[in-house]
């Protein structure tokens, strides 16, 4: 006798057995409009971050940053490593709004040095200060917009662990 041949049959949605209000967030209800604004500002971020940020940096182009802030070399090198950190986490998904409010406070570190301290708005440090002014505001609406899209802080926050040991002797 011929063997019958089998149809195949995909397996079933892995989510199924997960009651829908626990389920993790994979689609949001986000528009179309609201999805490219936030990555719009996502990118503006990172490439002024990448352009004026690190990349200067670590290529030894920001001598005259060096040249102002105490510490010289040292502090730029440290200011550049927290700007790659923030560039690769605004672009995974995961970390995009801690990388995107990380943005945010740096930008108001940069302004702050800007104005009150002692790197100054004068010369190449005026484009610098408004490149600033730019990512500051690209990175708070990639701030606000991520964290919509994930449903607010709680979301955001891992889930404490299960307490295993239900009492010690």
């Known amino acids: 006798p011929a063997q019958r041949r089998q149809e195949y049959?995909?397996?079933?949605?892995?989510?199924?057995?997960?009651?829908?209000?626990?389920?993790?967030?994979?689609?949001?209800?986000?528009?179309?409009?609201?999805?490219?604004?936030?990555?719009?500002a996502k990118l503006v971020a990172v490439l002024i971050l990448t352009i004026t940020g690190f990349v200067p940096k670590f290529t030894g182009m920001a001598g005259p940053l060096a040249d102002?802030?105490?510490?010289?070399?040292?502090?730029?090198?440290?200011?550049?490593?927290?700007?790659?950190?923030?560039?690769?986490?605004?672009?995974?998904?995961?970390?995009?709004?801690?990388?995107?409010?990380?943005?945010?406070?740096?930008?108001?570190?940069?302004?702050?040095?800007?104005?009150?301290?002692?790197?100054?708005i004068e010369g190449d440090f005026l484009g610098v200060f408004i490149a600033a002014l730019i990512t500051l505001a690209a990175s708070v609406i990639a701030t606000i917009l991520e964290l919509r899209k994930a449903g607010g802080v709680r979301k955001l926050m891992p889930k404490p662990a299960a307490d295993t040991h239900a009492s010690d002797p």
Do not use: Q, Y
């Not at 079933?12 to 009651?19: A, K, L, Q, S």
């Not at 102002?68 to 040292?74: I, Q, T, V």
């Not at 440290?78 to 986490?89: D, F, R, S, Y």
């Open 68 to 120: 102002k802030l105490p510490g010289g070399w040292p502090v730029v090198i440290a200011i550049g490593v927290m700007e790659l950190i923030t560039v690769i986490a605004i672009l995974i998904p995961r970390t995009a709004f801690f990388g995107s409010l990380l943005a945010v406070f740096t930008m108001l570190g940069a302004i702050a040095s800007h104005i009150v301290g002692p790197v100054g």
């Open 9 to 40: 049959t995909p397996p079933p949605d892995r989510w199924t057995c997960i009651p829908h209000d626990e389920r993790p967030a994979m689609h949001t209800n986000e528009t179309k409009a609201i999805t490219i604004t936030r990555w719009a």
